[in-house]
């Protein structure tokens, strides 16, 4: 598996002491990982455009739309994790940083650290030097292999992100809630009800049936 460390230009090896915490430093706000193809620039060497996709399968369409099975050595891809996997040297992933340019952000310069108290200070510099805190994504990155199978499609190892370490903490899935038996149907309303309740609504009796003539208002009898 192919190792950042031996691939980004901007590698930074030299040691530096444990800072203090980085104030300032704010990544770009994103998901929580991302798989990360990083494309040579033409008009800059030292930068790359970079995509970002939620999965593996959607990098792969991207590549064998846009890059023919030759073209694909200058693409460099890994996941982008907010936190250290578990055993991150065995897998080979590092701290890095991305340093988004400041006349195009689709642009970015990629560093790669043997540490990261280097890639905390590397950081820091960044934006004490006038960097943007919010062009400034720092991660550890999970190299990912680009490979072509017999029909030449795009194949990515590995196409999912590793576990982090803080997945065990994570809150168990609530319990599914206790099955109550089904209520039962409610009892038939008698027809006779249905009527009652109908008459009550529409009021039909409003006015009073008479039986008789009108005898007019308290007029003698015979007058009306």
């Known amino acids: 598996m192919p190792n950042l460390l031996n ?4 590698r930074r ?11 300032g ?7 929580r990982e991302s798989l990360v193809i990083l494309v040579r620039d033409a008009a800059r060497s030292a930068a790359f455009r970079v ?19 030759a073209n694909r050595h200058g693409l460099i891809a890994f996941w982008a994790l907010d ?16 340093v988004r340019d400041s006349a195009d952000s689709g642009l970015a310069y990629p560093f790669s650290f043997a540490d ?14 006038g960097a943007d805190a919010r062009a400034v994504l720092l991660c550890w990155a999970l190299p990912v292999s680009i490979a072509a199978d017999e029909q030449g499609k795009a194949k990515l190892n590995p196409a ?8 065990a903490a994570a809150a168990p899935d ?13 009892a038939p309303v008698p027809a006779s009800d249905l009527i009652a309740r109908a008459r009550s609504v529409l009021r039909p009796d409003r006015w009073p049936r008479r039986e008789a003539a009108f005898q007019g208002f308290g007029s003698p009898v015979g007058r009306f």
């Open 116 to 129: 990261s108290a280097s890639a905390l200070e590397f950081a820091r510099r960044e934006i004490a030097a």
């Open 83 to 98: 936190d250290a996997p578990d055993e991150p040297e065995s897998l080979g992933c590092e701290p890095a940083v991305l």
């Open 7 to 10: 691939i980004l230009p901007g």
């Open 160 to 167: 999912r992100p590793p576990a982090c370490r803080d997945a």
């Open 51 to 69: 995509h970002t996709f939620a999965t593996a399968a959607a990098a792969e369409r991207f590549i064998e739309f846009w890059f023919p099975r």
């Open 13 to 23: 090896t030299t040691e530096a002491p444990a800072p203090a915490p980085a104030a």
């Open 174 to 186: 609530p319990e599914p809630p206790t099955s109550q038996p089904a209520a039962s149907p409610p």
């Open 25 to 31: 430093v704010a990544p770009t706000p994103r998901a």
